[in-house]
């Protein structure tokens, strides 16, 4: 039986964490209407398998680049919410300067690169020609979301601090809005470029609606521009020396991913299409595990912050025994909504075929991807136990996933196998995570007046 004082917790839980689940929800729904318009055979416009595995590249692309933002500011993030928690508001103001400038610098590299010469970022992944002549089309106009897509993280991720993330799911859903007209109007007429289009327009709406609904509320991220943008040399050392350990585990975890989904893409494109339908359908049910570890992530900051350790453990320990749930539930749920979504989209026999089985594997892996992020993002993170939970993913990254997907490669096994020997590093991480989590060693106070 829940009690009064959990229950009031877990209202707590639900009002950070839902709109940051939705949020992601729409996002991934975003990128599922483009798969799935640009899935549907037409040979005239180049839609279909080719076209799904074109993007599915230029989309883990831009994989990499949200990944080293969230590596690089959640740190920051750490401690915005301490100190939200401390009521130091001038503090949180220059921690967002710092982001959208970093941000944007990080963006102009790959704008540049789109509008050049995008091969040298799509070769990486794929030599078919006909995968990259999609790839092509498409990255050269969405290269212009890196910088928009970088600023709207930097909101999004100080309005959860501040328990406001019901803005920045507000802004996803106009963009999910302007996506799917834009992509209604465009796909059927000029193929993925339409997607791209559509992609790049409703990043920018998202971003205008996200920042006029911080200066109309006067929310305390942001109260002059001067303020702002008026760096102070402490915190951004502050900032880095927080940062860089996520950044550099971010870094290590990406990399490796990077190098899987490359094996997975030289298979051909029939292989890899099947993983990207297969990971857009169950990246829906992850947006749940998103919403709890941003919440654990934000509460538990929050209360670091203001010394109330007891009140933080207390939090993350029903964060937990929310995520076994929803793991159980999700592993589940992706085997009931993926035939579904292949008989709406239709796809050749072949690439139906191994899509169902790596959701399958998928599934098995899911309800440890939800509790290692809990741990790792959410509560380890909060409280500045950073470098434990790096060695984690470098060990089990280096040491054990990307080793086991090219054996599977080199014996030829079938892709959903690989697959699942790829993710079989969530598995070595769950036991020294959770022991750490029991550990108590995160519950700490970090920041400094």
């Known amino acids: 039986m829940i009690n009064k004082k959990d229950m009031s917790i877990y209202k707590k839980i639900l009002i950070v964490g839902i709109p940051v689940a939705l949020e992601n929800l729409v996002y991934n729904l975003i990128n599922f209407l483009d798969n799935f318009?640009?899935?549907?055979?037409?040979?005239?416009?180049?839609?279909?398998?080719?076209?799904v595995s074109g993007l599915g590249i230029s989309n883990q692309i831009f994989f990499v680049y949200i990944i080293s933002l969230f590596g690089l500011f959640s740190g920051a993030g750490v401690l915005s919410a301490q100190y939200y928690g401390s009521k130091n508001y001038s503090k949180m103001n220059k921690i967002l300067g710092f982001l959208s400038v970093t941000s944007l610098m990080i963006s102009i590299?790959?704008?540049?690169?789109?509008?050049?010469?995008?091969?040298?970022?799509?070769?990486f992944y794929t030599k078919d020609p006909m995968v990259l002549i999609q790839a092509r089309e498409y990255f050269k106009i969405a290269c212009f979301t890196f910088p928009l897509a970088g600023l709207g993280f930097v909101f999004s991720m100080q309005l959860r601090v501040i328990s406001e993330s019901k803005y920045s799911f507000y802004a996803s859903i106009v963009g999910l809005i302007v996506n799917l007209f834009g992509n209604l109007l465009l796909i059927p007429r000029i193929g993925v470029k339409g997607?791209?289009?559509?992609?790049?327009i409703a990043r920018l709406f998202s971003l205008i609606y996200m920042i006029y609904q911080v200066k109309k509320n006067k929310f305390p991220i942001l109260s002059s521009i001067k303020e702002t943008l008026s760096f102070e040399f402490k915190l951004v050392k502050e900032i880095i020396s927080i940062s860089f350990p996520t950044f550099i585990h971010e870094f290590i975890w990406v990399s490796g991913l990077t190098f899987r989904t490359s094996i997975y893409s030289n298979m051909g494109a029939v292989e890899y299409s099947s993983i990207v339908i297969a990971s857009t359908i169950s990246s829906i049910l992850f947006s749940m595990f998103s919403g709890v570890s941003n919440a654990a992530s934000v509460l538990v900051g929050n209360e670091l912050g203001a010394n109330n350790l007891d009140k933080a453990k207390k939090i993350a320990g029903l964060c937990f025994r929310l995520m076994i749930l929803l793991g159980i539930f999700s592993a589940i749920m992706v085997n009931i909504i993926s035939p579904i979504v292949l008989n709406?989209?239709?796809?050749?026999?072949?690439?139906?075929?191994?899509t169902r089985l790596v959701v399958l594997s998928e599934s098995l892996l899911l309800p440890f991807k939800g509790l290692n992020l809990l741990v790792i993002v959410g509560i380890l993170r909060a409280g500045g136990d950073i470098f434990y939970a790096m060695m984690l993913d470098l060990i089990s990254m280096v040491g054990l996933s990307v080793p086991l997907t090219l054996l599977g490669r080199y014996l030829q096994l079938p892709i959903n196998i690989i697959y699942l020997l790829g993710g079989s590093s969530e598995l070595f991480v769950f036991l020294p995570s959770i022991l750490r989590y029991k550990q108590r060693k995160w519950l700490k106070r970090i920041i400094r007046e």
Do not use: S, Y
Request: charged share 15%.
């Open 344 to 354: 709406l989209m239709k796809p050749e026999v072949e690439l139906a075929r191994l």
């Open 195 to 200: 997607a791209a289009i559509a992609t790049v």
């Open 109 to 123: 590299p790959f704008v540049i690169i789109g509008l050049t010469n995008p091969d040298i970022l799509l070769q």
């Open 37 to 51: 318009m640009v899935g549907k055979e037409n040979p005239a416009l180049g839609l279909g398998t080719n076209a």
